[in-house]
């Protein structure tokens, strides 16, 4: 399904020898994790859910044990729609000890929008909620079943509301499953292989998966972690929803490279994500400005500070410079991300950088990555004119699923992501999109 993907060989190449990509997949960073902090904390959500390593690759074994008994396969994918809740993680990490391509889909996906996903990925098992925030996922996804013949197994989470039907509850595999050993977990896979498919409307309209490798996906948040000095004593705060680039990386896959913490808030309230931020002493957070905005907003206006948050990361949008200053005077060091699902992330202010740009810039690439300014016939524009965003690095996509034709209209033959976004850069590499 998978034959398709597009990687321009010398980059492949020069990947490989820098040691950018490796033979090793997320699983492999799982267990090297595990068996250096089991009893570290891994994820605590607002429902009053925590893991610890341990505990999660138990649970997550038990969940691998079901999709092995479907026959879900290596290479294999599994869709799950789900809140923000700790079993986002159990699930993913479950698709990486059987192999399985991860699919978490959006919470607002209808009957044609699942039925258009889960044709298109040949999904094997789908997860999802009885019931949340007003929408009934249980009839949503039962009406749709016998339009989804390859589909072998529906799970669902009934802690919202109990199910109205006799479908397999994930709570029923946690109890009667045994946890897969770790030498019954799929092997043999490399970097290359695929981990994920996220699905993004992209740059020309129209829902697309993008297809992310273990390389791709790890290099990403490996870089990420060191370039902003992110050790196994940080928390991040997670506001942003899981099924996002935003969210699958940063939440799900950052800190478990570290032995970190997670914490997850299932719908943002501003003051309950005050009081949930300290008292879980979450020392960052990432999503969009408005997140941000809100809560610097609600402390000046009803107090209450937020000591152990060190900076916030934002994406989506720019960063006004006065933003930049009123989170300053919280202690909160306020810093712009760039990225985009197909290219995740490759700029970013960093910390130290933060009061000098003020809100002036999106930041400079990470590592490994680069980043060209072009005019309309793709050649580069001079320093501090404006032009669209080129990137290329070990980070980005290898296409868009089953859609050739759309991922040569972005993804050029010498490794090129054409974003589609307008930006200047200026002498010191920054960019300001």
């Known amino acids: 399904m998978f034959e398709e993907r597009k990687v321009n060989p ?33 994820v605590a959500d607002d429902r009053g859910y925590r893991y610890t390593y341990r505990e999660m690759d138990e649970a997550a074994g038990r969940v691998a044990s079901y999709l092995q008994s479907l026959g ?10 789900l809140p923000i809740w700790s079993e986002f993680a159990m699930i993913t990490i479950a698709c990486f000890k059987v192999g399985a391509v991860a699919h978490p889909v959006a919470m607002c996906y209808e009957e044609k929008e699942l039925i258009r996903a889960l044709e298109a990925t040949e ?68 970097g290359q292989d695929m981990a994920v498919i996220l699905c ?81 002493k979450a020392t ?39 933003l930049v200053q009123r989170a300053e005077a919280y202690g909160i060091c306020l810093c712009e991300v760039y990225g985009s699902t197909e290219s995740v992330p490759h700029a970013f202010v960093r910390p130290c950088e933060a009061l000098k740009l003020g809100g002036a810039s999106s930041g400079r690439a990470v590592e490994g990555v680069e980043i060209r300014v072009v005019d309309e016939n793709g050649k580069d524009v001079p320093c501090k004119t404006p032009g669209e965003e080129w990137s290329r690095g070990p980070n ?13 209209g972005v993804l050029d033959d010498e490794g090129w992501f054409h974003s589609g976004d307008l930006c200047v850069m200026d002498e010191n590499q920054n960019i300001r999109i």
């Open 123 to 190: 999904s094997k098992c789908y997860f999802g909620p009885t019931f949340f925030h007003k929408t009934d996922y249980e009839r949503r996804i039962l009406s749709v079943k016998e339009k989804l013949p390859g589909l072998r197994g529906i799970v669902l989470l009934d802690d919202a509301k109990p199910a109205q039907t006799d479908t397999l509850l994930l709570r029923r595999i946690l109890e009667t499953y045994e946890p897969l050993a770790k030498e019954q977990c799929v092997r043999g896979r490399t």
């Open 200 to 280: 993004t409307s992209g740059t020309t309209g129209g829902t697309k998966g993008v297809l992310l490798t273990h390389d791709n996906v790890r290099y990403s948040e490996e870089t990420f972690n060191r370039e902003l000095n992110l050790t196994k004593d940080d928390a991040i705060f997670m506001p942003a929803p899981l099924h996002h680039a935003t969210g699958f990386h940063h939440a799900i896959i950052a800190p478990m490279l570290l032995g970190a913490r997670v914490i997850l808030q299932q719908k943002y309230q501003c003051r309950a994500a005050i009081d949930l931020m300290n008292r879980e």
């Open 72 to 81: 879900v396969c290596s290479q294999d994918v599994v869709s799950y729609q």
């Open 396 to 408: 980005v996509f290898v296409g868009y699923l089953k859609d050739r034709a759309t991922t040569d």
């Open 284 to 322: 960052y957070s990432m999503g969009a400005t408005p997140f941000i905005y809100d809560i610097l907003r609600e402390l000046e206006q009803n107090g209450g500070s937020l000591p152990w948050l060190k900076f916030y990361l934002c994406g989506g949008a720019p960063v006004p410079g006065y």
């Open 10 to 42: 010398k980059q492949r190449e020069l990947y490989l020898e820098k040691g950018y990509w490796t033979n090793q997949t997320l699983l492999d960073c799982w267990e090297q994790t595990l068996s250096q902090y089991p009893d570290r904390e891994y």
